[in-house]
């Protein structure tokens, strides 16, 4: 189980979501992506973004593009979205506080890149 899961019981309340991770959308949810290096301390946190896609399938184009990119393997999750784009950032917000605290240093990728990972037709 990738290390920021294994995190998780200390903040479920606080995004409950993220323990969530089965299941295709039944509509295009907001949600965001969530790398890990726990060997590094270092997480990716990408933009919000709207998909129908499969967790998994985001996850491992995810994964291709960060190895690919950076010679690197990162473990991904995509957890289950949110019907509403402001829920979707603040759990986000939340995440990243949190791994702030936990000493991992935090980058993101951005719109763009999100946008050229998962495709228009995710």
């Given at each position: ?121 995710s």
């Amino acid at each position: 189980m990738p290390f920021f899961v294994r995190r998780l019981p200390s903040c479920a309340l606080a995004f409950p979501i993220l323990l969530v991770f089965a299941g295709a959308a039944d509509a295009r949810d907001w949600r965001f992506c969530i790398g890990v290096a726990a060997a590094s301390h270092e997480t990716i946190i990408t933009d919000i973004f709207s998909s129908p896609a499969e967790g998994g399938r985001l996850e491992r184009r995810f994964e291709a593009y960060y190895r690919g990119r950076n010679g690197r393997a990162l473990t991904f999750q995509c957890p289950r979205g949110y019907d509403d784009r402001v829920a979707a950032l603040t759990a986000q917000t939340e995440a990243l506080q949190f791994d702030r605290q936990m000493g991992f240093a935090v980058s993101n990728l951005n719109a763009a890149e999100v946008a050229a990972i998962i495709g228009p037709a995710s």
